[in-house]
């Protein structure tokens, strides 16, 4: 069996598992126990995972949970899920994430909630008009120009499983790109240099997602070639939500909320706009879903409050709907 179908199974099983809740009599989820109150999720400092944070932690507070949102690297983030320091993790990136889940799957410290987004994608790009003043689609027409991209490419924080990859490729010597420089920085600080270079018509290669406002900001061009670093399909990715281990059955309600939680990439790229523009996550959030008050529907169904009331009607209260 693949990695990749004995990821597949697991969450298949933790599906099922869940699941089962929603045929237990409702009165078994009308609360969690107290010590369920205090949920914490964790944040790698990715703008799509705060803006997925923000709704959760947005709707679990109205429900009358009280989360807390830590900022972890992703080894880190990682690392306290299997010390039980971290209760769920919206952010698992697959297949680009593989290498921490097996580590974690070896001690059996998480749990497979769902998969909450479909259609993302991840590896590098460039911008357009720099793509076709060089001629550069793929991975491979790089290295012919490497004066023109100054022999770097632009990750972000220090030990990103795709940051990894991109030094891996170059320590490789494949494409050519043998002495290249990967620059490490961080989300925020990449799309500066991104944005500095694209307003000068300067030629800059840099790790590139969607979901993610960079997509309307800047015209880009996502490179072909990099299936082996990155995946099929320009980096191809789903991502999941973990629990670590027992967690779904210690909290029962919290959990099949998390578990139907689910979003799209048009959502995320106006989440993260308005939080990349100074909104508060949780406020951003608040105001997407008093625009879409359809889509929590099926997020809150067979779901309480905290105190055992019908979760729609808080949020709806909450809302002013």
Known sequence: MTLRSTWAVRALACSAAISTLTLAPFAALAADPAECKAITLSDPGWTDITATNGVAAYLLETLGYDPEVKTLSVPIGYQSMKNGEID??????????????????????????????EGAKFTLAVPTAAAEKEGVKD??????????????????????????????????GDFNLKDWELVESGEQAMLAQVERANNAGDAIVFLAWAPHPMNERFDITYLSGG??????????????????????EQCPNAAKFLSQLTFSVVMENVLMGEILGGEDPQDAAKAWLKENPSAYEPWLAGVTTFEGEPAKEAVDQSLGL
Do not use: C
């Not at 490497?146 to 990894?164: C, L, M």
């Not at 082996?228 to 779904?248: D, H, S």
């Open 88 to 117: 769920v993790f919206l952010g698992n990136w697959m297949p680009a994430q593989q290498a921490f889940i097996d580590d974690l799957n070896s001690v059996n410290a998480v749990e497979v909630l769902n998969k909450n987004l």
């Open 139 to 172: 991975f491979a027409d790089l290295s012919e120009h490497a004066d023109a991209f100054d022999q770097k490419i632009y990750g972000i924080e220090p030990g990103a499983p795709a940051n990894t990859n991109i030094q891996k490729m170059i320590d490789s």
């Open 227 to 248: 299936d082996e670093y990155f995946g099929a399909n320009y980096g191809g990715a789903e991502v999941y939500t973990l629990a670590r281990t027992g967690w779904p």
